[in-house]
């Protein structure tokens, strides 16, 4: 059973950091590249960042690079995303998706995996 269960979201002020984790089972997850992707309330859903299968190479949205950092242990079967300068315009619903290649789809069907999604707001 495929299972995706994000966590670390909550309230933070502008110009605060959060991280965020997904942890996942059930599937090979060294043999997938996984995305972290977030829907605003009111708004469709949105291509964050990506990673590779090794982790060394990293992928961002413009609209996050340079703030937002994406990680991942595979010991852990986990994936993270440290957000650093959190913006109003950040707050959404992130979760995590898997597909065996590189993916920037913005949207839960263009992966064969995804999660439940944790909440992120800021706000001061």
């Known amino acids: 059973q495929v299972q995706f269960v994000e966590s670390g979201g909550g309230l933070a002020q502008p110009g605060g950091s959060l991280r965020l984790s997904c942890a996942a089972s059930?599937?090979?997850?060294?043999?997938?590249?996984v995305s972290w992707l977030r829907q605003a309330p009111g708004k469709g859903s949105e291509w964050v960042s990506a990673i590779n299968t090794g982790g060394d190479n990293t992928y961002y949205a413009d609209s996050v690079k340079g703030r937002f950092t994406i990680s991942r242990d595979n010991a852990k079967n986990t994936v993270y995303l440290q957000m650093n300068s959190l913006k109003p315009e950040d707050t959404a619903l992130y979760y995590c998706?898997?597909?065996?290649?590189?993916?920037?789809?913005?949207?839960?069907?263009?992966?064969?995996?995804w999660g439940e999604g944790t909440q992120v707001t800021v706000s001061s």
């Open positions: 998706a898997a597909n065996p290649y590189y993916s920037d789809y913005g949207g839960r069907a263009g992966y064969d995996y």
């Open positions: 059930g599937f090979t997850f060294s043999s997938y590249y």
